[in-house]
Every structure is written in C-alpha cells, then in structure tokens.
C-alpha cells in the first residue's frame, strides 16, 4: 500500500501512462536508496539517469500532444516571458517524481515500523485517544524521510562560532534538527500526541517541500485506514541508504524466522494490507524477461553520444 498509494497520486499528476509507472517506482526506488551497500554503488547512478530520459521522452510527446497534467503545464509555461529550458523542464519532473513517490513512501512504512516499536502509541491511536492530524506531524518528525540537503550560502555568515563564506555547500541534517532537545521535549520518545511539532521533515522557507499537503493527507489517509483495518503488523527490514531513512519492504506472514502476524483480519472486517514476499531474484529475472521494457537499460550514454543529452 506504501508502495501504490503516493505513486498513483504523483503519476496521476504527470499523467505517467499506467503501463509505465511500475518501472518507474523501480528506478525512483533504486536511484536514491538499496537493500546493500553494493546494490546502492551499482544501480543508483544509472536509475537516476532512466529517470531523466524516461522524462526526456515524455516531455517531448506533450509538446506535440499536450494534455492538462503538470508535464504539460511545464513545456508551455512561461516565466518572466521566457520558457522553461528543455533542463528545466525534466528536472523538475525528476524532483517531482522523487519527491512525491519516494517520500511519503518511506515515511509510511517508517511510521508503520514505529508504532511496532511503540505498541502502547499504536493501541491509543486504535483507541482514538490521538488525532489523526497530531500522528501524521510525528511520523513525519520520527520518520524524517530526507536526512539531509544540500545548500549554497548566499552570503558570509557566522553560525555557532563557524564561518561560512558565501558559495560554500553547507549541508543541512534534518534528522538532527527533528531530535534536537532545545526544540523537542524528549526527542527520542515517539509520542503521537505531541504538540507543538516544528519539524523540519519538510525543510522550511524558499525550499519548503512543495507536495507537504499531499503528504499529510496519504500520511493521514492510510494511519486512518490502518486503524480501521489492521489488528497486528509485522517487522520490516531497514533499507540501505546515506540520504533516506526508511523500511523499503516488510516481511510476509509466516516467513522465515518471522513469528509475528502482519495485518491479522479482525473478525467480520475486510484486510486489504497485507505484507508479501518480495519475489526472489529468478523471478523477477523471469518477470522482467516476460514484460517488455519501455526503455532498454543503461541507455545514458548511448543518449549522450546521440546528441538527445542535455535536452535543448
């Protein structure tokens, strides 16, 4: 569910073609995070790459064929009078699609993985002694999917006794700033009902997270169905990754060395949650023999010497 829901919504935006969006969810998965270390060094560069040209292509079929969707709206709009370059125009489709999908994913499934650790935070959520709205700013604060960023000093300034000189990178870690105990009474502690929570999960200012609204709604959407649905979960395994933090996937019930229960069907109520497998690696060898891609892999460079990168 963590998987489909914040996808369908961000693809439903772009009006990625329905055939295309699995593959897509592949790439954007791989292009910033792994299960390992070596899957992480080996994959992300080229994902990263897919992406662009997958976005390359289809921001060259909506200037012919435009539609009402956001890709659209980038190839016509104008800013100042002038058009987006063709740059422009993908990289913030690339943004769009991480930002959107990656996420708000990796937040639920992290919020999910909390309130395992914290059954006694999960029964008062059941019980309905916190609000949806109080819950969704936590798991976003415990969660802190994007763990740092990038900056560029506009100016010299002097933080904490460090100078800075304009044009410096500086990074900013926002798993740190959402545990920070001059702002957070007992930082460490999940607590759904906590408030005030001036967390920086969607960092804050000029670079404040356009899509925090859709977050807090599929955040809010699937804590309420959760708690209307799902009697027990199961644990997840911790995905690899120095810029997202985050449980890519969950154990399925019953699996090896898993004795806890995942989404139990409470009596007379329907469960569509449940946590499966993910196929092992012949099958989805097998899988992706069986279904035609639409865009072979490691095409970056072939793109390049064909002159189609950068995009003009």
Do not use: K
């Not at 990625?16 to 560069?45: I, Y």
């Amino acid at each position: 569910m963590a998987g489909q829901l914040p996808l369908r919504a961000i693809c439903d935006l772009l009006d990625v073609p329905p055939g295309d969006r699995r593959r897509l969810l592949d790439m954007a998965s791989s292009a910033l995070g792994s299960d390992s270390e070596h899957g992480l060094r080996q994959d992300s560069w080229v994902s990263r790459g897919e992406i662009l040209l997958y976005f390359c292509d289809l921001a060259a079929q909506r200037r012919v064929d435009p539609g009402d969707d956001i890709v659209s709206l980038l190839t016509r709009i104008r800013v100042q009078g002038a058009p987006l370059s063709g740059e422009e125009v993908i990289l913030n489709c690339y943004s769009l699609i991480l930002g959107g999908d990656e996420t708000t994913r990796l937040a639920l499934v992290g919020g999910v993985a909390a309130l395992l650790d914290n059954p006694a935070q999960w029964a008062a959520y059941q019980a309905g002694d916190v609000a949806t709205g109080t819950a969704v700013e936590e798991v976003l604060r415990w969660t802190t999917p994007t763990l740092h960023a990038g900056r560029t000093a506009g100016q010299d300034l002097t933080l904490h006794g460090h100078h800075i000189r304009a044009g410096d990178v500086v990074t900013l870690w926002n798993a740190s700033a959402n545990r920070d105990e001059r702002a957070f009474d007992e930082p460490d502690a999940f607590r759904l009902d906590r408030t005030p929570n001036r967390h920086l999960s969607f960092a804050y200012g000029s670079h404040f997270c356009l899509g925090a609204f859709l977050a807090r709604a599929e955040i809010g959407a699937v804590l309420e169905d959760l708690r209307e649905r799902v009697a027990e979960m199961a644990p997840a395994q911790r995905l690899y990754s120095n810029f997202l933090g985050a449980w890519p996937r969950c154990r399925s019930p019953g699996g090896p060395g898993d004795d806890a229960t995942a989404a139990v069907r409470p009596p007379g109520r329907r469960v569509d949650s449940r946590c499966r497998r993910r196929p092992s690696a012949t099958r989805r060898r097998s899988r992706a023999r069986a279904r035609p891609a639409a865009r072979p892999p490691h095409r970056l460079a072939g793109a390049a010497r064909r002159g189609r990168w950068p995009p003009r």
